[in-house]
């Protein structure tokens, strides 16, 4: 058990639809990233927040989006679903100890666009 | 394409053989991990590198980060079955905070 808590575990919606991932960090880490994995993209790198600041931004569609809140947890929208967002997406939380960032993923919530 | 390759993409050996996955970029990375992930969970971080020229070791898996910070390698002695699982690199440049996963490979050690 990573420390990572992400709900839900699966999500089924259908095409045009709007879910929003829910990612709690491990206690005391200020960040925050998001990943998408698919079987034929592999693990990318979406969005990562800090204390609360968009820091970095990767592959993420403009269909996206992603806020973290003053209790540090974090929230992942996707809005207009298209059936190739059907993927796996991680949160992980790292401490920033130093330079070296650590990642502490959580269990994923699986989506499935219909 | 990916920042990060890694080969092979897939292997399947017996137990008890030894193993060597590699990950290569023509980029420099300030640091470079290694993570496994089983099916429906998320990635594990295993180790991290930093210097260039650094070996790190783990009971049976022997990392090492290339001189130049390019590449790394992830040496596996006697697999056992356990060992089952896709084995990611992750580098993080200098320029941005920003991780680059590889492609992956699929292990699998036949009992």
């Known amino acids: 058990d990573s420390g990572v808590t992400q709900t839900p575990k699966h999500l089924i919606t259908a095409t045009g639809q709007r879910v929003t991932l829910r990612c709690s960090p491990r206690?005391?880490?200020?960040?925050v990233y998001w990943y998408q994995q698919s079987l034929d993209q592999g693990l990318q790198f979406l969005i990562q927040?800090?204390?609360?600041?968009?820091?970095a931004k990767g592959n993420i569609l403009e269909r996206f989006s992603a806020q973290q809140f003053p209790d540090l947890h974090s929230e992942l929208n996707l809005s207009s679903l298209e059936l190739g967002d059907s993927a796996l997406y991680f949160c992980?939380?790292?401490?920033?100890?130093?330079?070296?960032?650590?990642?502490?993923f959580g269990p994923g919530t699986r989506l499935l666009v219909l | 394409t990916q920042l990060l390759e890694q080969s092979p993409q897939f292997l399947s050996i017996q137990e008890g053989e030894n193993l060597t996955v590699y990950c290569n970029s023509s980029?420099?990375?300030?640091?470079l991990q290694w993570y496994r992930q089983e099916p429906g969970e998320g990635p594990v971080l295993l180790v991290t590198v930093v210097t260039g020229g650094e070996v790190k070791k783990l009971k049976r898996l022997t990392f090492q980060f290339g001189d130049a910070r390019k590449d790394s390698s992830l040496h596996i002695t006697a697999a056992q079955p356990g060992d089952t699982g896709l084995y990611l690199c992750?580098?993080?440049?200098?320029?941005?905070?920003?991780?680059?996963f590889g492609t992956g490979t699929s292990l699998t050690v036949i009992p």
């Open positions: 980029s420099v990375f300030s640091s």
């Open positions: 206690s005391g880490d200020l960040s």
């Open positions: 992980a939380s790292s401490p920033r100890e130093g330079l070296i960032e650590t990642q502490y």
């Open positions: 927040y800090y204390n609360g600041e968009e820091r």
């Open positions: 992750a580098g993080e440049r200098n320029t941005g905070n920003q991780f680059y």
